[in-house]
Every structure is written in structure tokens, then in C-alpha cells.
């Protein structure tokens, strides 16, 4: 408990005054009890917090994992895009060099083969678009896992699985032969 605390004043003469004429004196005694139920509460208190806390640090943990899962599949969407791109630049490439041969012997115009220079030029254009957004990509998601952003990483494998469908008697014959109460007596 606090120490108790007393208080003496006089209101209109000085305190050390011998005068019998005094105005009002205060007498003043204050004692601090702590509430009985205020531990409890505290408790309580400290408790939801520390409640709070630990599901604002899984929520945390999750928005990473969130965040870093829809990274990656940024990545192997730039990685698909940028396969494709190389692809279709090849395309155009044969097909500047027929057009160039076709208009080398007569038939052609020039006009196709420009058409085709500047669908490459474009191609090329979105492949470093595509090569940039990649090295951003791939420092974020060093930055979410606290790794150097110099750090390379691979080609971004992603595996699509069919659906599964299974039948009734298929899945109570799978369900029979992995039942725990059964294994344990064999």
C-alpha cells in the first residue's frame, strides 16, 4: 500500500499565524486502497492483448505466405510470357526473312517486310518489358524471404494436377484398407 498522506491548510490566514481569528482550516487524511477486482481486470486485459498479438502475428505470417505464393506465380506468368514472346519472335523472324525472298524475286511488296520488321521490333520491346518486370519480381520476393536482392533465382516450376475423381465403392475400399483401428490389430 501507498503511504498515507496528510494535509493541513488554512484559508485566509498564513499557518504560522498566533492570531485567534481564523477564516476555515482544512484537515486532510488520504489513504490509496487498490480495488479488489482491478488485478483481475488487468489480467484480463493483458491477456486479450497478448491474444491480440499472437493472431496479429499469424495474420502477418499468412499475408507473407500470401504474398509470396502470388509473387511466384507472377514470375511463372512472366517466365510463360517471356517462352512465348521468344517463340513468336521466331515466327516473325522466318517470316521476315520469306518475305524479304518473295520480295527479292518480284511478287512481294516492301511493305510486308516492314510490317513484319516492326511486329519484331514490338516483340523485342515487350521481351525487355518482360525481362524488367522479372528482376522486379524476383528482388520482391528476395526481399520477402530477407535475402540478398542479388540473388538469382530459378525457373519457376509449377505443377498442374488434374482433378481426381473418385467414386463411392472406390473411396470406401480406400477408406477400409487405411483404417487405424484395423491396421493396428494386423
Given at each position: ?7 493541513f491548510r488554512t484559508i ?106 516492326v511486329e519484331n521490333q ?26 540478398s536482392q542479388e540473388i ?35
Amino acid at each position: 500500500l501507498d503511504d498515507p498522506t496528510f494535509l493541513f491548510r488554512t484559508i485566509g490566514n498564513q499557518f504560522d499565524c498566533k492570531s485567534t481569528f481564523a477564516k476555515e482550516r482544512r484537515y486532510k487524511f488520504q489513504q490509496k486502497f487498490p480495488f479488489p477486482g482491478k488485478l483481475r481486470l488487468a489480467g484480463e486485459i493483458a491477456h486479450q492483448d497478448l491474444k491480440f498479438m499472437e493472431q496479429r502475428e499469424i495474420k502477418t505470417h499468412n499475408d507473407l505466405v500470401l504474398q509470396t505464393k502470388t509473387l511466384f506465380f507472377q514470375l511463372h506468368f512472366n517466365y510463360v510470357a517471356q517462352q512465348i514472346n521468344k517463340q513468336n519472335s521466331k515466327i516473325v523472324s522466318r517470316l521476315i526473312d520469306s518475305s524479304s525472298s518473295i520480295y527479292k524475286s518480284g511478287e512481294g511488296s516492301q511493305a510486308d517486310i516492314l510490317k513484319s520488321q516492326v511486329e519484331n521490333q514490338m516483340l523485342y520491346d515487350e521481351l525487355i518489358l518482360l525481362k524488367t518486370e522479372n528482376d522486379t519480381l524476383v528482388a520482391m520476393i528476395n526481399s520477402i524471404l530477407n535475402q540478398s536482392q542479388e540473388i538469382k533465382l530459378g525457373k519457376p516450376n509449377v505443377k498442374y494436377y488434374k482433378p481426381l475423381n473418385f467414386y463411392y465403392k472406390t473411396l470406401e475400399q480406400m477408406a477400409m484398407e487405411n483404417r487405424p483401428e484395423i491396421n493396428g490389430h494386423k
